[in-house]
């Protein structure tokens, strides 16, 4: 190892880098074809509303791209605020939600602190835990025999597991990539039961997918609880994962801290407007919500009929149970030019995490997987 590689933090050392999926562009390259489709990040497979990219189209001919940003995101900010029904001081906005949970990992983790979350949770809470040369505590999911949540985040046993040196948790609700959601009461409790000077991040990412029953009174915790932080981003529903942009709500406290270590010009001009002009769509949200659920229910007995299983899911995509180990289905799937997600980085080999598309998308992945499984 070379004295540079020594060198490093013992956390950075130890870190694997993520591994995002294979571009559209490379699995086209290597098939030679032009027709493949990815439904492997959770993207919307709509885009952004159509207004977002007239906004685009208007702001490249006339902003003037010379000068820096608005640091302060006032427009975006107070849309946020309007949208959540809260004041502008509790609104960060963020280079994607990620940023955010970056920005709380360098205010809150650091050798001899722990941050707490669960199996099978996103992949970007041990990166920030460990890069801080933080640790993790990672509580067991549910059983996959779970009657009604396998695999889902098991907050009692966040309880049970509970030390003192825990100074963020991290909690995905829905949660990527098993899809599974938690009880608003639970999450409530949960909030009750946490020392009041421990950040809960709630990661919202797929809020929009939930069903509006299930979902708790989060500004309500938020103003009983200045600990809690909630992460929401403009790259799953709102069709913007290239531009990145995402916030989080909080008390005006730990935004105060997060606006110390963020960098001055984090969001970029054209991500701030279309973040802003996609808020103002509604319609185009509840379209791709409308058109992801009708999908999922066609989809569920399709897969039923190929004798597969799936995790329950209140987001747009399913984790679904090959039985065995999946790498050969995944493999098999980029031949027929389909790119979905390998979760066995995860500690779910036998599983892969598909993204619910287009009618067409999804009808030429059953086809695909009907041939493949045959
Ligand atoms: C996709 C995703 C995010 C969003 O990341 P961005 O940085 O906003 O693109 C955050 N949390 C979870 C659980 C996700 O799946």
Redesign the pocket.
């Known amino acids: 190892m070379s004295l540079l590689t020594q060198n490093a933090t013992p956390g950075v050392l130890s870190l694997e880098p993520y591994k995002p999926g294979m571009p559209l562009d490379e699995l086209q390259r290597r098939l030679g074809i032009s027709d493949a489709i990815k439904l492997a990040s959770?993207e919307n497979p709509l885009g952004p509303s159509p207004k977002v990219k007239a906004a685009l189209a208007e702001a490249i001919a006339n902003q003037d791209l010379a000068l820096y940003p608005d640091g302060g995101g006032f427009k975006l900010k107070a849309a946020v605020a309007k949208m959540h029904g809260i004041d502008p001081s509790r609104v960060t906005l963020g280079n994607?939600?990620?940023?955010m949970l970056e920005f709380l990992g360098r205010i809150y983790l650091g050798p001899g602190r722990a941050a707490m979350f669960s199996q099978h949770a996103?992949a970007?809470y041990p990166i920030v835990t460990q890069s801080q040369s933080a640790e993790a505590v990672i509580v067991p999911a549910l059983p996959r025999s779970h009657p009604t949540m396998p695999l889902g985040h098991d907050l009692e046993g966040f309880k049970k597991l509970w030390r003192d040196d825990i100074s963020i948790v991290f909690i995905?609700n829905p949660?990527?990539p098993t899809g599974t959601w938690l009880p608003a009461q639970a999450i409530e409790d949960f909030l009750a039961f946490v020392p009041k000077q421990v950040i809960v991040v709630l990661?919202e990412?797929?809020w929009e997918y939930l069903d509006p029953a299930l979902r708790g009174d989060v500004r309500g915790w938020l103003d009983k609880y200045p600990n809690l932080v909630v992460?929401h981003?403009?790259?799953?529903t709102y069709g913007l994962?290239s531009l990145?942009a995402?916030y989080a709500l909080s008390s005006p406290e730990v935004a105060d801290l997060m606006n110390r270590v963020r960098q001055p010009f984090n969001n970029n001009s054209l991500a701030l407007l279309a973040a802003e002009v996609a808020l103002s769509d509604q319609e185009h949200v509840k379209k791709s919500v409308a058109l992801n659920n009708s999908e999922r229910a066609r989809l569920e007995p399709e897969l039923a009929k190929l004798g597969l299983s799936w995790l329950p899911s209140q987001a747009n995509f399913l984790a679904i149970d090959f039985g065995r180990d999946a790498g050969p289905v995944h493999q098999a799937l980029l031949q027929k030019g389909i790119i979905v997600r390998p979760t066995a980085s995860y500690e779910m080999p036998n599983f892969l995490r598909i993204t619910i598309g287009t009618p067409a998308q999804n009808d030429r992945l059953l086809k695909a997987l009907r041939e493949i499984l045959a």
């Open positions: 959770n994607g939600s990620n940023d996103f970007v995905a949660n990527n990661d990412a797929y992460t981003t403009f790259s799953k994962a990145r995402g």
